[in-house]
């Protein structure tokens, strides 16, 4: 546990753009010859990486801020669950809105978690490239 001042300092070091995850994907699919824009405000849900070539987009998810269940990064944690839980409940329920305002646009939505980029990243990303350019 940490004090408040001490809690507060950790918290404005969290990178809500340009996080290690989005990095890691966007340097995979530059790699690939992908080209693609960043986090653009005129979609819903301000997606992480764009693809306009492909109508298609990628949302790069932390686990804990995204509510990835099952997941063993995603914990609510013990200090102050009455703030906690309906945060993470309240970007849940807008991942989802953002999805589903994309689809019903026309837009192919990848998620992809922390996790997926811890273990076996390469096969989830080509998993990922191969969506990209077959299914959507």
């Known amino acids: 546990m940490f004090d408040p001042q001490k809690r507060s300092e950790i918290m404005s070091r969290i990178r809500s753009k340009n996080t290690k995850g989005e990095i890691i994907v966007r340097k995979y699919l530059h790699r690939l010859g992908f080209r693609f ?23 790069v998810h932390g686990c804990f801020w995204h509510g990835h269940q099952g997941c063993k990064y995603y914990r609510v944690p013990k200090t102050n669950p009455e703030y906690w839980i309906p945060k993470i409940r309240r970007n849940v329920e807008r991942d989802n809105e953002s999805v589903c305002a ?9 998620i992809i978690w922390e996790c997926e980029l811890k273990k076996d990243s390469e096969k989830r990303l080509d998993e990922l490239a191969h969506s990209i350019v077959f299914i959507n």
């Open 37 to 59: 824009r960043l986090h653009d405000s005129k979609l819903p849900g301000k997606p992480d990486i764009v693809l306009p070539k492909y109508k298609s987009v990628i949302f």
């Open 102 to 110: 994309l689809s019903a646009m026309g837009w192919g939505v990848e």
